[in-house]
């Protein structure tokens, strides 16, 4: 079997010699290839080139200067450079065993799976390499949160959270992707059928050098699962979510230290509208961006929108609350989800319009070109396809 060995780097210099001398020998008698797709900020990719230049096996690199769409962005990316027709994505700092690859390899050579997943949670699967019990937990919730979110793409896989699966290549349609985060094996199974098949593996702890997972990138999977749901609207929830959340809190806050309603009204308002800004750009609107105008016009937009809602929204709250018809909390939530789908409105319809200019050099492209560069399948769809 020809096979392209993908794997995504960000800071991993510590691992790169101990994985590349450890996958030669498991895929002797095999066409393999290595390719790292690379956005460390470190010495990593000086590293991946010293240890190419005496490696056993065609070792590659792609460093990404300006990364796209994270993990997911830079999995496509070596998928798309691959010269094999199976590719095999595993991490770079040797949690996902290279000994595992020949029995990915072989239970893909019986030619009924599409994609062949590498499974913490079937058979003699084990999680042991998770930092510690707290990780576990996180791991199994948000396993079993996805599989319930997608029962029918995931009947047939146990780990979807995983990230080292065997793909055949010409399975992968790169126009109906919308990467983002670090959950590529969900992105995948989540937006078109495949056949998948599974061998266990036991997550291996950490080589070397420091762990990625953080808050922010909890944060980032919370937005592709809900994106890969229910489209942009369900992101832009999650934003307005924890923006009325953060709303509240300081609305409470000030309150309670006897500042007038209205001061902490406005000054809450004012908060939540950059933080939520902030968010929408990193988070949902990421692949709108580039067509949308400047970020100064952009910010201008969505911040005097915002505050003309909130010059309107404040005083029905504040003639609530003086009426005695609720309190501050309950009025601040109730005016801020009726103003929810009047923000969503305006900032996909607006804020992230596309420039005239954008739509015009379009045109002029070839259709290669247009089938490339053309926005990713709509939210209704995006809706219909992760059924």
Known sequence: MDLTIIVPTFNESPNIDELVRRITPVVAGTSAEIVFVDDSTDETPSVIAEVAARAEIPVRLIHRDDPQGGLSGAVLEGIAAARAGWCLVMDGDLQHPPEVIPTLVARAARGDADVVVASRYVGDGKADGLANGLRTLVSRASTLVTKAMFPIRLRDCTDPMTGFFLVHRPSVVPDELQPRGFKILLELLARRPFRVAEVPFEFAPRFGGESKASVQQGLRFLMQLAMLRFGKLSGFALVGGIGTIANIAIVALLTAFG????????????????????????????????????????????????????????????????????????ATAVTLAIAFIVRFTFHSLVVYAPRRTAKVSSIATSPTEAATSRPAVSDSVDEHLAS
């Open 259 to 330: 500042t007038p309603f209205v001061v902490a009204s406005i000054i809450a308002a004012e908060a939540t509208i950059l933080g939520n800004f902030v968010l929408l750009e990193r988070f949902v609107f990421s692949d709108l961006r580039q067509d949308a105008g400047s970020v100064w016009s952009r910010l201008w937009k969505s911040f005097t929108f915002n505050n003309v809602e909130s010059a309107i929204r404040i005083p029905l709250a504040t003639a609530a609350v003086s009426a005695h018809l609720m309190t501050g909390t309950i």
